[in-house]
């Protein structure tokens, strides 16, 4: 049974690309959560999505931005024109329902964007 | 800001001896999960316990919820050097659909 995978595990862009960053849930999980995570601290929340829904964006910023979770396929996090400070490990995590409802998270192992 | 703070921000003990760590929050809850993170991995969860339980085990560790003190701390006995790694708290509240993590605490287990 695959966990959570993510892909790229590292990814290389210049100031203004853009990033795309995929994440396929465990088999069976509808929730997927987005998280980024700088060196030697926590993961901080950006974004929670069901099956082509956004439920939660209140961790995402407004600009440059995005998520999906479509019907078919992985979910998408997209970061337009790229700045250095977008530089950081961002994990992907999924959930069979949405974890006030008691249920753990289950996490990929991260794609680690570095901006040049 | 509702997330949760872990105490300490490090830890180092040797081998066989007990790990304590310790994690507060500010609102009340629904539940409280406790994860691991090895060095360059995504986060492993551990135990969750309910605001309406006060303790729960698995293996070596033992973890306690007080909401009277809106406080929770994880236990791990006879520590082993593969329990280096980061130990995070993450909080979900009654409305919300999100969990919120702490800042860590990062464990190193001396041989």
């Known amino acids: 049974n695959a966990g959570v995978m993510q892909n790229p595990r590292h990814l290389v862009r210049r100031r203004g690309q853009e990033a795309r960053l995929r994440c396929s849930p465990m088999k069976g999980h509808s929730h997927v959560y987005w998280y980024r995570q700088l060196p030697e601290e926590g993961l901080k929340f950006m974004v929670y999505l069901q099956k082509e829904n956004i439920i939660d964006e209140s961790g995402m910023p407004k600009e440059r931005f995005s998520a999906e979770f479509p019907k078919e396929g992985p979910s998408i996090l997209r970061i337009q024109q790229v700045v250095r400070g977008d530089s950081a490990a961002y994990f992907c995590?999924?959930?069979?329902?949405?974890?006030?409802?008691?249920?753990?998270?289950?996490f990929g192992d991260g794609t680690r964007l570095s901006i040049l | 800001s509702q997330q949760g703070e872990e105490d300490p921000q490090a830890l180092s003990i040797q081998e066989g001896e007990n790990a304590t760590m310790n994690c507060s929050y500010k609102t009340s809850i629904n539940n409280l999960q406790w994860y691991r993170q090895n060095s360059g991995r995504g986060l492993v969860h551990l135990i969750l316990i309910r605001s309406n339980e006060r303790e729960k085990h698995s293996g070596r560790l033992r973890v306690t919820l007080d909401t009277s003190k809106k406080s929770s701390s994880l236990l791990i006995t006879a520590s082993r050097a593969a329990d280096t790694a980061s130990y995070f708290c993450a909080t979900a509240y009654s409305s919300a659909s999100k969990i919120i993590f702490g800042s860590g605490t990062r464990l190193s287990i001396r041989p």
């Open positions: 995590a999924s959930s069979t329902q949405g974890t006030g409802g008691n249920q753990p998270q289950h």
